[in-house]
């Protein structure tokens, strides 16, 4: 007996000497980028009681906390302007942790389905467009840096989850988010500063598998019992609650700049305004989490696809929903995706053309976020419209005093009184706007612009930025 009574006491040793050792989440480690110039949050877990002091190596500063009844602690240091210059910070419980080769920059979270967990190196059967070129280019880009979250389902929100920081690299390259390096390379470019990304996603997830236990009981009647839910969803990707708690949730105290969201063809089919609604609910909610209520959030629209029949519209209208979103969130931008996929990719929702996305979010970013306003970075949209007799006539927004073709637009639909589309031929008059005909339609009421699952437009402003589809009915 006084053998095991022996044992017993020192495994409840080694576990209060494990307890009390410090521990730092892996989100927080060797290689990462701080937010520059702001008050950055630290934490992770200790004894109860335990001080627990931090020396970062730019300043003669030192900043304490002690961790609370449950181990935990957390405190801001603050960091400097962006640099190359290696950093490193040093926590002290008693004995000292420091993490090394820090560098403070800009660091942008990267969420969302397949699209944005696309790597650079594609997927199977799905390429991405330069990948060679981009292999080889990204040598001069090693203050890129990136982490990967292990893409796992809880139940409850996880703390902490193994992770690690990598430098971009003909080595690593391809083995980040397409969108989200292509949008880093732009924004490296034109700063010429460390930018770091986040990136916490999985394919084919629907906008309420990232949304909380609070928003699915107030904006859905999702069931958040773990069988309830198993069984509802056997592709555990579609499962609500799940992906938010296990994937995004470790990384909600990382201080960052903003967050590019590429996320909505898992939602193709909704009805009303229900992902407007929901996706409105979690820019928010992520707001919240990071204790930033103005946090940019720029996303992608969902690029043309079969979805059964190119012919559709369920694609059409889940872009309205984006749009529709996009005026609903504060300070969110949407970018527009409809001329970059190829006529053959009609059944691949994966284009290939990532280069474009990527750019397209930074130009965002650099226009309102770094003070670049000469940056063209908004989409053409539609403004208003009217028809006399055969002819309709259409006026833009956003179009920076210039479109890309007078002659030769595509996409243009219009109809009469029985709701029928026809396609319709369109070209720039400098008085009149754009005006659209059809022989098919002699008394047009409505006008419709690649409101279709698969329809690729041609029409774009001064940046080159592509007209975003749109409809005058709402039938």
Same mark, same amino acid.
């Given at each position: 007996m006084n053998r095991y009574v022996g044992l017993l006491l020192i495994c409840l040793c080694f576990a209060q000497s494990s307890w009390a050792k410090l521990r730092l989440p892996h989100l927080l480690s060797d290689g990462m980028v701080?937010?520059?110039?702001?008050?950055?949050?630290?934490?992770?877990?200790?004894e109860p009681g335990t001080?627990?002091?931090?020396?970062? !190596?730019?300043? =003669?500063?030192?900043?304490q906390t002690t961790a609370d009844s449950k181990g935990e602690f957390m405190l801001t240091v603050r960091t400097p302007k962006a640099s190359y210059k290696s950093l490193s910070l040093t926590f002290d419980d008693g004995e000292q942790t420091v993490l090394k080769n820090i560098l403070a920059g800009e660091v942008w979270v990267c969420a969302g389905q397949s699209n944005m967990n696309m790597t650079l190196r594609g997927f199977a059967n799905c390429p991405v467009e330069g990948y060679n070129d981009e292999?080889?280019?990204?040598?001069?880009f090693p203050y890129i840096r990136f982490v990967k979250m292990? +893409?796992?389902?809880r139940m409850k929100p996880l703390k902490d989850t193994k992770c690690s920081w990598k430098a971009v690299s003909p080595n690593t390259a391809d083995d980040c988010s397409a969108v989200?390096?292509?949008f880093a390379k732009t924004l490296s470019q034109a700063l010429d500063i460390p930018i770091g990304l986040i990136q916490a996603n999985k394919g084919g997830t629907r906008v309420e598998s990232w949304l909380n236990e609070e928003n699915l009981r107030k904006y859905t009647d999702e069931s958040l019992d773990s069988l309830s839910i198993v069984k509802r969803f056997p592709n555990d990707y579609n499962r609500t609650l799940m992906w938010g708690n296990g994937t995004f949730a470790p990384i909600v105290n990382f201080t960052v700049k903003g967050i590019i969201y590429y996320q909505g063809c !898992?939602?193709?089919g909704d009805k009303g305004d229900q992902y407007s609604i929901r996706l409105k609910a979690l820019a928010d909610q992520w707001r919240t989490d990071f204790r930033e209520p103005t946090l940019p959030f720029y996303f992608v629209q969902i690029a043309p696809y079969y979805y059964g029949d190119a012919n559709g519209i369920d694609g059409a209208l889940l872009r309205e929903q984006q749009l529709k979103a996009s005026k609903s969130i504060a300070n969110s931008v949407l970018v527009g995706t409809n001329d970059l996929v190829y006529p053959w990719e009609v059944k691949q929702i994966h284009p290939r053309q990532k280069r474009q996305v990527g750019q397209r979010l930074a130009c965002v970013a650099l226009n309102r976020n770094y003070g670049m306003k000469k940056i063209m970075c908004y989409s053409a949209a539609y403004k208003s419209s009217y028809f006399v007799g055969d002819t309709c006539f259409v006026r833009l927004s956003n179009d920076y005093g210039a479109l890309s073709r007078y002659e030769g637009m595509e996409g243009?639909?219009?109809?009469?009184s029985d709701r029928v589309?026809?396609?319709?031929?369109?070209?720039? =008059?400098? +008085?009149?706007?754009?005006?659209?005909?059809?022989? =098919?339609?002699?008394?047009?009421?409505?006008? +419709?612009?690649?409101f279709r699952n698969f329809l690729i437009g041609n029409v774009s402003n001064a940046a080159g930025l592509p007209l975003l589809s749109f409809r005058s009915d709402n039938w």
């Open positions: 701080l937010q520059q110039q702001t008050d950055v949050r630290l934490w992770g877990w200790d001080v627990v002091k931090v020396t970062p !190596s730019w300043s =003669d500063q030192t900043y292999i080889i280019a990204s040598k001069h292990p +893409r796992l389902m989200a390096y292509f !898992s939602n193709v243009f639909e219009l109809a009469g589309f026809h396609p319709a031929k369109a070209y720039f =008059d400098k +008085r009149k706007g754009i005006v659209v005909t059809s022989p =098919d339609v002699p008394h047009p009421i409505a006008v +419709r612009y690649c």
